[in-house]
């Protein structure tokens, strides 16, 4: 399974087949509660049931024939296990639990691929110390190969046989073992081997190429595919047989594909990137997951959503099992995280983070689990997990792991940009809107393959009304970064507003206006497509943009010009200590002052923990008690606030007349 070459052999006798009915629920993978658990849904897409609870880690179900059982790998590292990288440290553990994940028990601390016996009574798997097999019902690990290790098992439907990989000087060699006699019938093979369901045929997906081999030698290259592109975490690509063995259905850059086992053309069944596939034993249908959901698709007909994820939510792996009446499932978590009255939200967790845009708040709570609120309506839009699951920690860390450090409401679109670690820092844009109500698409990436601690590639997303501008450094995964410039969302591709020769960064924007700071500290005015309306000689250590003000945080004092003439209209002192206009993830450290936001006359700013605003026109003060942080519009003010359990996390809205500045 993780092997980046493979070997496949035929091997040992197994029992026959134990005959079942038709497979009527799919189990998955997915971390809808925050953390990877196993799950289960019924072809309808009712019935859905949570098969693991706890601190998650788990991945890659793989049930039992005969739908008693479901063999899963749990582990820190999983993803990257299946990525195909050269990792240190332990391997996953595999577990085998009844099909309702009851009974859970742990079968190997050391193990990989896995394959069951046509019974469902053994099962066989990948260890650094070759292959092995082992009774469900309990007893000693058996092992299977000797001398060169081999990996990636896969037992034949009528279990006298077995294709596993095995290394070799020459590449990946595919062998087949029956009746203990081996036979070499591939080489330079990657991938894990397929059995066709009349077990005359074992496909193979390699990196580039969709190949088929007969048991006893001989390969047709029926396809060459186009891998998908990613930087960290790529999976290794799936593939399926139809029940009748006569056509493959495989994932490539552009979704799932159907091809017939003796070539030709392929058909699209299914477009977008995929996490996974897997064909019906008995019917043609191919269930599948992607990043919104796990879906059924079939040759002839639609394509049908059973289960929707949210962002981050969905995780590599399922696959088909027979319905079983002697199971009891269990409902998945269910307990809400969010909670709202007229002007106030409270969550189950702290506030992470806030903007504010018009009469509407966004805010983070734990991966990927971001929401939109309005007040006086009765819900929250949630934008991900909606669960208090969504944001347990597990007790190690998990991957994918990310964080949202950053995020701008403009209108009924959000932007927010990620930071998650693997082979690289990964940095990611992403951009959805009230109306999907999904993770949205990702717009832009930068990555750092250094150990080194470095500046975000992209940074001071900011949003106002239509307008959404972000800065980034260059586009190129190099070890450092280059010069920040500004650019636009207007859709989903991004367009170059302005660059300079060292960092141009935005601050704010507002009307069809960003201001942006030089690395000398001096401040221009763009309008929306770069055209410089006005140069500001300050030294300026962040701004704010509302209407007719230009608000400049400078050492030591706040000032306030007039954006149209750039005149100096107000200027009010602030304790002369380290100070920021809007600061990122790596960037607050050490940082005491912050200009937040400004809007109609009216500024807030942090100082040492604490929420000020502060009115221009005559200076008049007051802080915020119990604030942590705030944003400031044209209706009112939006602070959060640490509440009591089981609420900890709470953001209070206050009308701008009910401002208490007097």
Request: glycine share 12%; proline share 8%.
């Amino acid at each position: 399974m993780f092997a980046p070459l493979v070997a496949a052999v035929v091997v040992s006798l197994w029992p026959s087949p134990t005959p079942v009915g038709p497979p009527n629920r799919i189990v998955f993978a997915s971390a809808r509660t925050g953390v990877a658990q196993l799950y289960s849904v019924k072809l309808s897409g009712r019935g859905l049931a949570q098969l693991t609870f706890g601190a998650g880690n788990w991945g890659f179900p793989v049930p039992s024939p005969d739908g008693r059982f479901v063999a899963a790998f749990r582990g820190p590292d999983l993803w990257l296990e299946y990525t195909g990288a050269l990792i240190a440290g332990p391997r996953p553990e595999l577990w085998v639990m009844g099909a309702d994940g009851s009974n859970a028990r742990l079968l190997s601390k050391n193990a990989e691929d896995v394959s069951w016996s046509p019974d469902s009574r053994r099962l066989v798997y990948t260890t650094s110390r070759g292959i092995w097999t082992v009774a469900v019902a309990g007893g000693p690990q058996r092992r299977i190969t000797h001398g060169r290790l081999g990996s990636s098992p896969s037992l034949s439907p009528d279990g006298r046989s077995i294709a596993f990989v095995r290394d070799s000087f020459a590449g990946g060699l595919l062998v087949v073992r029956r009746n203990g006699r081996e036979r070499v019938v591939a080489r330079h093979v990657w991938g894990l081997p397929v059995w066709s369901p009349d077990g005359r045929w074992i496909a193979l997906r390699d990196f580039n190429t969709v190949r088929v081999v007969r048991p006893t030698g001989g390969v047709v290259q029926i396809r060459s595919v186009v891998p998908r592109y990613c930087i960290t975490a790529c999976i290794r690509p799936g593939i399926a047989w139809s029940p009748d063995s006569r056509l493959l259905a495989y994932e490539d850059h552009r979704g799932i594909e159907v091809v017939a086992r003796s070539g030709g053309a392929a058909r699209l069944l299914v477009e977008g990137a995929t996490q996974g596939l897997a064909w019906s034993p008995h019917r043609g249908a191919v269930a599948f997951a992607t990043t919104g959901g796990v879906g059924v698709a079939t040759l002839h007909g639609p394509i049908e959503r059973l289960v929707s994820f949210g962002p981050g939510e969905a995780m590599p792996g399922l696959a088909w099992s027979p319905i079983r009446a002697d199971l009891r499932y269990h409902r998945p978590e269910e307990t809400p995280l969010v909670r709202v009255s007229a002007r106030e939200l409270e969550a189950r967790v702290p506030i992470k983070q806030l903007s504010a845009d018009g009469d509407r708040v966004a805010y983070w709570l734990c991966p990927h689990s971001l929401g939109v609120w309005r007040p006086g309506d009765t819900q929250q839009v949630a934008l991900g997990p909606a669960t208090l699951a969504a944001c347990r920690i597990p007790s190690e860390p998990t991957w994918p792991g990310s964080t949202v450090y950053d995020l701008a409401l403009a209108g009924d679109r959000l932007a927010y940009l990620s930071v998650f670690g693997g082979n690289s820092t990964v940095w990611e844009l992403w951009l959805t809107s009230l109306h999907r109500r999904d993770e949205g698409v990702k717009v832009d990436t930068g990555a750092q393959t250094t150990g080194e601690l470095l500046p975000p590639r992209l940074g001071n997303v900011i949003g106002s009304g239509p307008a959404l501008v972000y800065g980034a450094h260059n586009r190129d995964i190099t070890s450092r970064p280059g010069p920040e410039s500004i650019w636009r969302l207007d859709g989903t591709t991004p367009m170059e507003v302005a660059s300079a020769s060292k960092d141009l960064r935005p601050l704010a924007v507002d009307e069809g206006r960003i201001v942006a700071r030089r690395a000398d500290g001096a401040l221009e005015l763009f309008d929306r497509v770069g055209y410089v309306l006005r140069t500001f000689d300050v030294r300026a250590l962040g701004a704010a943009l509302a209407g007719h003000d230009l608000v400049v945080l400078v050492h030591g004092w706040l000032r306030d010009y007039g954006a149209a003439t750039g005149k100096l209209l107000h200027a009010w002192p602030l304790p002369n200590v380290p100070s920021s206009g809007h600061c990122l993830l790596y960037s607050c450290r050490g940082i005491r002052l912050t200009l937040d936001d400004a809007a109609r006359g009216v500024v807030v700013y942090t100082l040492d923990g604490k929420v000020h605003l502060l009115r221009l026109r005559d200076g008049a003060e007051a802080t915020v008690p119990g604030a942590r942080k705030a944003e400031l519009t044209d209706a009112g003010l939006f602070y959060s606030f640490a509440g009591k359990k089981p609420w900890p996390g709470r953001i209070r809205f206050v009308p701008f007349a009910e401002l208490p500045l007097r």
